[in-house]
Each structure stands twice: as structure tokens, then as C-alpha cells.
């Protein structure tokens, strides 16, 4: 896995639009890359270990510039170290096929002795390559590439986003999807595909998004859709809102930094328009979200894996405080191999940001299959999960293209925010005014989470991320709503700065997690007034009596006063502290992982969308 892209164009000259539809992709973090294109009756490939740039050196003879077809991919290695052989596209070596591929060949082992038992070479260690050579195979056979594709696939067992093309007089371009995304597009001098849309929006703004089990002929103008027995499917043409100038880092240095400072314009985008004042409720666009459905509910089972997790562990609270219903939240990698066991009228609830990571999605197949009302919120209108939910929030965040995420979370906190509402209205266990101030108080959030990212609250993180930037490790602790966001902080400190962290409750720190403190250790503590405040504070003075350096970043004044360092954040009701807590957070992490040199929005081993398990 990691991006796709694929062109055919009457007017030829794909190569530079692959190039660049590849470098639209790099946020999603990879470690090799390549292209193929077809030259006359033969493919041409070029690939290679590293970034676009060391790819783009083996481009500059020109050689590849007039092809009408071809596909390229950035690679993130899950079978085979990352190297020049294993990096896409692949090959059945005839020097007439390659192909490009997202996602897992469960049986790729069986099948690869299968057909080094017919004669066939393989050259690298990659599962993928099987499925080059079951696709040679067919065309060896008579077949069109459409055919050959279809047949190769009913032998493949797993999770799969391929492109392949074949070159000469019966020279085509077909991709497939079971699993991983893929969106395809046609205008009327070509076709596109591409694993996500951004690499899309150069070319057009109405796409197609491939569900599981599709097959799609490409060729200029045209897009045929069909399951792997070549029956046809309809598949609607979406409309993209965003335009491909969202996703530039618009003067910043990093998507990252950009991005978190996208986070007040995105509260707007997320919350103001669901928000009914005078009935102190909230309307949702996607679903049945009636009092009548919403009454019927006997508990929330919450799925969701890293960060949108921890936006699930905040909705817990959020959900039970507020609405009254049990809520259980599960890694979606766990959910499924626990033997789940849900009762009646069990809403779950998934939240990703792409919509497409394949621990959550399966997560949510399962739950439907055993009776659960499948919902979700999720930033990506056309992605499978907002597909297969019955209900969807969506967050309205825009592309974010900064591996580590930031504005997704605060969007996913404050979609959760919304529900809660809403299942409390519907519930009866908030009034009228009770909405009415919950959302009035998420209204005057806007200009504080702007005063959070003022150039001296900046300068304050920057100056505390610099003086540790070689401390060994971090805690981060917090309690109720914002031990989740302790959690967070911990997360984007080691997605991106590489440094060993640990986010804990706090109240579970003197069980065990205490012996770690050691003389002046960062130790990061969230706190907000409220109702576990006081617990907090003792908690802070347990880690100064270890030697500990405690950096208190919330809005407790006796927390900030005994705090070795410290960050004010503006005052919020209990409920919407984390919003505002954890931008300083982010930003702590940006600026440490910026004074140790770490590739902030492409850190090492990890992928925006982890569609594979």
C-alpha cells in the first residue's frame, strides 16, 4: 500500500500528471515509488527506493514522455523490506502488463508456487507480484485485459486496490477494489483513477467512488463499472465541493502547522450550521436521527483505532454525561476477534477520518451483522464507511494531509459534541435551555481556540519544546473528559518527534507508572476546572515530590500555579475542554518534533489511511 494513480489520455504525455498525482499522495507516507507507461507494443517501468525526487532522477532522459497509458504508485512495504525490487509496479515479465496495488493477497504463497511451478519467474518478495503474473497469465490466453483482471482476481483471497495496464493493439487500463479505496473519473479527452481524490482534482472535480467487488474499464471519456463476474454496476458521479488549493500548506511550513491552525474555521464548518438555537438541538443531514429512533437505543458500542479512538473516548464521556446511555468503545482491531456480544437497539458508532481504515470497517460490518444501527463519523462523504452507515456525521474538515492528524480530532470531538446533544434532546434529558447553553457555549469557542494560536502562545510551546527536546521520554496525564486528550498528546509527541511517551489517567499513576518519574522528566499534565480538578492537582504535587517537571497546560489556576512551566488556556465548560486543550498539545509536539529535524508531515513508518490490518 500506499497511493495510486492511473491515466489513459488520447493526447498521451500521462507521465508528468502521474508524477504529480504521486506527489499529491506523499502525505499518506511511503517509503518506495514508480511508474509504468506504455511505449509501442511494451511497458515501461522505472521505479525506485525513496522519495518521488530519486524517482523524478531516473526520468529526467525523457524517454517515457509520449505514453497515453500508465499507472504509478508510492509504496509503504508490508511484504518485503522496502528496495528497488519490491517497489511498484510490478511485471509478469513479458514486458507487456504491470500493475500497482493497495492492500493484502492472504494467499499469495499458495499461488506464487502455483505459478513458479508453471515456469514463472518472480524477482521480488512482494505479494503483489502473484497477481501481475495471474493477469499475464490470462492475456497469454486470449483474453482482454477487462477479462483477464476478472478472472485473475476469482483466484485472490484478501484486501485489494490494484491499477494494472497492458500495453500494444489491445493496450488498456483497468483497476478493482475489495478492500483499500479507489475513485475514478473520466473527462472527455481521458480517464483517472486514483486511491484518493486529491490526485484527482487537477482533472476534475466529479468523480466516481469504487465500492467492493467492482472491476472499472478505463479509457478516455469512458468509465465502465462492473463485479468480478462482468456484470455491469451503476455507480453515481459524485461532486467534489473542495478544489485541490485546500490541500497546499497556503504560506505555512507544514500541513501540519497549517492544518491546526485551520481548527477555528473548521469549528464553524463542523458545528454552525447543525446547531438550532431556539430549539437548543441539533439537525443532521445523513440518516433518520428522530427522537423516536434515537429513544429506541439501549447503548453505543464506539469503534475506532488511533486517533479518532481517542475523539471515541471522548464521546464516551460526552454520550453518558449528557445523554444518559452506556457507551462501550473497542480498538476496531480488537472488536472483532473478542466475540462481541451486543444487545438490542445498540446504536455502534464508527469514527475514522478517511472512512476507508480497514480495522474500523470491518468492525462495523460485523457489529451490523449482529443487529447493531450502523453510524458513523467520518470526513469523506464517498468513503465505504460512510457508504455501509445507515447515519453519518460528517466533519466537513477538508483534505488534512499532515500524517499525524490534528483539525480531524478536533472536528471528530466536536461532531460527538453535536450527537451527544442531540441524543440528550431526544432522550429528554436535556431541556430546552440545557441545548441552548451547550451550544452557545460551542459557539464561543471559535475565538478561543483563535487566542490559542497566538504568536505568544506559540513562541511559550516553542520555548518549552526546544528546552526538552532531548529528554528521554514524556507523561502525559489527565483525568475524566481529558484523559483521552493526555492519550492524544502522547500519540502526536511519538507519531512525529520519535520520543518514547506514555499518556495515562491520572489517578492511575501511583499504580505503578510512578516508578518511572525520575529527576526532572517532562511531565505533561492536562487540566481544566471541573469536577476531577482537585484530583488533578494532587496529583501534580505526587509527581513534584519525585523530582518530576511538571508543564500544566489548561485553565486550573492552582494546576498552572504549582506547574514548573506552564500554558493558559481560556476558560470552556467541562464538556468542551478538550477542544482547547489539546491544541497546545499539538503544537508542543510540531515544535519538538521541528527542533530534533523530524519529517513532520511524513513521518517514518506511517500511513495516513491504514487500510490494511
Known amino acids: 500500500m500506499c497511493g495510486i494513480v492511473g491515466a489513459y489520455s488520447r493526447s ?80 509478469d515479465g513479458s514486458g507487456k502488463v504491470a500493475l500497482v496495488h493497495n492492500g493484502i493477497i492472504e494467499n499469495y504463497l499458495e499461488l506464487r508456487r502455483e505459478l513458479q511451478a508453471e515456469g514463472r519467474v518472480f524477482t521480488s518478495e512482494t505479494d503483489t507480484e ?22 485473475a482476481l476469482a483466484r485472490v483471497h484478501g484486501y485489494y486496490a490494484i491499477a494494472v495496464m497492458s500495453s500494444g493493439a489491445g493496450g488498456g487500463l483497468v483497476c478493482a477494489r475489495q478492500g483499500p479505496p479507489l475513485v475514478v473519473a473520466a473527462t472527455a479527452d481521458a480517464a483517472y483513477l486514483a486511491s484518493d481524490v486529491l490526485a484527482l482534482l487537477p482533472h476534475t472535480r466529479d468523480v466516481i467512488y469504487l465500492e467492493d467487488g467492482d472491476v472499472a474499464e478505463l479509457s478516455p471519456g469512458v468509465v465502465l463499472v462492473t463485479d468480478i463476474q462482468g456484470r455491469a454496476r451503476e455507480r453515481k458521479v459524485r461532486h467534489i465541493e473542495w478544489n485541490a488549493e485546500q490541500a497546499t500548506k497556503g504560506g505555512y511550513p507544514h500541513f501540519m502547522l497549517k492544518e491546526i491552525h485551520e481548527q477555528p474555521d473548521l469549528l464553524a464548518r463542523t458545528a454552525f450550521d447543525r446547531i438550532l438555537q431556539l430549539e437548543g438541538d441539533v439537525s443532521f443531514e445523513h440518516g433518520d436521527w428522530s427522537d423516536d429512533r434515537l429513544q429506541s437505543l439501549e447503548r453505543v458500542q464506539i469503534v475506532a483505532c488511533g486517533t479518532a479512538l481517542h475523539a471515541g473516548y471522548i464521546a464516551r464521556y460526552l454520550i453518558e454525561g449528557l445523554a444518559h446511555i452506556p457507551v462501550d468503545i473497542d480498538f476496531a482491531s480488537e472488536f472483532r476477534y473478542r466475540e462481541p456480544r451486543l444487545v438490542p437497539q445498540t446504536m455502534v458508532l464508527a469514527i475514522s477520518q478517511s472512512g476507508e481504515t480497514a480495522d474500523t470497517l470491518a468492525a462495523l460490518r460485523l457489529a451490523r451483522q449482529l443487529g447493531a444501527w450502523p453510524v458513523s463519523i467520518c470526513n469523506v462523504i464517498g468513503s465505504t464507511v460512510v457508504r455501509e452507515s445507515e447515519a453519518a456525521i460528517l466533519t466537513h474538515a477538508g483534505p488534512e494531509i499532515g500524517v499525524a492528524s490534528t483539525k480531524a480530532f478536533v472536528a ?47 513562541t511559550s510551546l516553542e520555548r518549552i519544546a526546544v528546552a526538552h527536546k532531548d529528554a528521554h521520554g514524556f507523561f502525559f496525564l489527565g483525568r475524566g473528559i481529558n484523559y483521552p486528550i493526555a492519550l492524544e498528546g502522547a500519540l502526536k509527541l511519538k507519531e512525529i518527534s520519535y520520543v518514547h511517551a506514555e499518556g495515562y489517567a491520572a489517578g492511575e499513576m501511583k499504580h505503578g507508572p510512578i516508578a518511572l518519574i525520575s529527576p526532572g522528566m517532562p511531565i505533561v499534565v492536562v487540566n481544566s476546572p471541573g469536577v476531577v480538578a482537585e484530583k488533578v492537582r494532587s496529583n501534580i504535587e505526587q509527581v513534584k515530590a519525585r523530582g518530576g517537571h511538571v508543564i500544566c ?46 519529517d513532520i508531515d511524513k513521518p517514518r513508518n506511517l500511513a495516513k489511511s491504514v487500510t490494511v490490518e
Open 412 to 458: 471528530q470531538v466536536v461532531a460527538a459534541f453535536l450527537l451527544a446533544v442531540r441524543l440528550g434532546r431526544a432522550r429528554k434529558v436535556l431541556g430546552v435551555e440545557d441545548g441552548r447553553l451547550l451550544l452557545d457555549q460551542l459557539r464561543r469557542l471559535r475565538p478561543r481556540m483563535e487566542a490559542l494560536l497566538s504568536e505568544q502562545t506559540r
Open 130 to 151: 502473484v497477481m501481475s503474473h495471474l493477469v499475464g497469465r490470462e492475456l497469454a490466453r486470449g483474453k482482454t485485459l477487462g477479462d483477464a483482471v476478472r478472472a
Open 553 to 598: 497546560i489548561g485553565s486550573d489556576p492552582q494546576s498552572l500555579e504549582i506547574a514548573d512551566e506552564r500554558v493558559l488556556v481560556p476558560e470552556t465548560i467541562e464538556w468542551l475542554s478538550p477542544v482547547l486543550n489539546v491544541i497546545p498539545l499539538q503544537l508542543l509536539a510540531y515544535y519538538h518534533a521541528l527542533s530534533r529535524g523530524c
Open 12 to 91: 498521451g504525455a500521462v507521465l508528468g500528471g502521474l508524477i504529480e498525482g504521486l506527489r499529491k499522495l506523499e502525505y499518506r507516507g511511503y517509503d518506495s515509488c514508480g511508474v509504468a507507461v506504455a511505449d509501442g507494443d511494451h511497458v515501461q517501468i522505472r521505479r525506485k527506493v525513496g522519495r518521488l525526487s530519486e524517482l523524478e532522477k531516473l526520468l529526467v532522459d525523457g524517454a517515457l514522455g509520449n505514453a497515453q497509458i500508465g499507472v504509478g504508485h508510492t509504496r509503504w512495504a508490508t511484504h518485503g523490506k522496502p528496495s528497488d525490487e519490491n517497489a511498484h509496479p510490478h511485471s
